[in-house]
């Protein structure tokens, strides 16, 4: 299986932000930034261009937009929502496996996969959460080592480092909490 890089990375975020709603290309690019959080924020022109490759491969529809007065309308002037097709997409990105935690995009598929995994059927949800407390496990392992490395550092490195640690503990009790609403 493959694994998700930054090109499939902006298709789930488009494709889940267009999943139940039809949005113009500015909500699409204001939803997709709001979905990756502050980790990682592909350009607008990156967003666009995913969007134009989901259109023409079908994963996306676009409903024009409707004006008297639209002599100039553009073939990009509509509101796009993922097309039947493109919800089949999503369920194979969703199921991909991420590569790195610390570093974009992996860092972001988390997230991403977190906020849609209702778009999974019920038995292959699972599988999912337990790659990403896999991957939250061997993170704190990781930064586990950093924090003791860092205990006498300057300023607060270490005290940051052992904040994350936490952070990662909390995310993986709350993914464990999922487990029995997905049948785990």
């Known amino acids: 299986m ?5 090109r499939e990375t902006v298709e789930l975020a488009i494709l889940g932000a267009a999943l139940n709603c ?15 959080g502050t980790k990682w924020h592909p350009t607008s022109d990156v967003i666009v261009e995913g969007l134009r490759n989901l259109l023409s491969e079908g994963f996306v529809d676009i409903e024009p937009l409707r004006c008297a007065d639209c ?23 969703l199921k991909m496996k991420i590569s790195n935690f610390r570093t974009p995009p992996g860092s972001v598929c988390i997230g991403l996969k977190v906020c849609l995994l209702e778009v999974l059927r019920h038995d292959d949800r699972a599988p999912q959460i337990e790659e990403l407390i896999e ?15 860092y205990q006498r550092a300057f300023g607060f490195v270490g005290q940051w480092l052992a904040h994350e640690l936490e952070c ?17």
Do not use: K, N
Not at 2 to 6: K, T
Not at 22 to 36: A, K
């Open 2 to 6: 493959s694994h998700l890089g930054a």
């Open 22 to 36: 039809s949005l113009e290309i500015d909500e699409i690019v204001g939803s997709v930034r709001q979905m990756v």
């Open 71 to 93: 002599r100039t309308r553009e073939e990009s002037d509509g509101r796009f929502h993922t097309s039947i097709a493109g919800r089949a997409r999503l369920e194979v990105l």
């Open 135 to 149: 991957l939250h496990e061997a993170e704190i392992g990781r930064l586990g080592e950093e924090v003791y490395r």
């Open 168 to 184: 990662l503990r909390s995310e993986i009790a709350w993914l464990r909490e999922l487990m029995p609403d997905v049948g785990g």
